[in-house]
């Protein structure tokens, strides 16, 4: 099993920033994909970023390309992202999940951070 707990949501102004923190626990965290989703009200979860054991990041282009950074501190079994220049349309509960590498089966969730972008 391993347990994911996020933190760093809240409320942020249009153009503003946030960083999100998901501490694992509970398995060897450099044998896991790390991963952000998010879901906006009335809408399906999707894929935000993820991060490779060794520090290979993916993103959705088309939606937050250029803007988010995700990022890993394998010391610290934490994974983050970065979020600049935030649009109401980033609106959304904010998962962290984790994929045991190399299979892209994402197994393990947290519970969820809201973010909310005031225009």
């Known amino acids: 099993q391993v347990q994911l707990v996020e933190s760093g949501g809240g409320l942020v102004q249009a153009g503003g920033s946030l960083r999100l923190s998901c501490a694992a626990s509970?398995?060897?965290?450099?044998?896991?994909?790390m991963g952000w989703f998010r879901q906006a009200p009335g809408k399906e979860r999707e894929f935000v970023a993820r991060i490779t054991p060794t520090g290979a990041m993916t993103y959705d282009r088309d939606s937050v390309l250029g803007r988010f950074t995700i990022s890993r501190d394998n010391a610290k079994n934490t994974v983050y992202l970065q979020m600049n220049s935030l649009v109401p349309e980033d609106t959304a509960v904010y998962y962290c999940?984790?994929?045991?590498?190399?299979?892209?089966?994402?197994?393990?969730w947290g519970q969820g951070t809201q973010v909310t972008v005031s225009s």
């Open positions: 509970g398995r060897t965290f450099v044998d896991y994909y």
């Open positions: 999940a984790a994929a045991q590498y190399p299979n892209l089966n994402w197994k393990y």
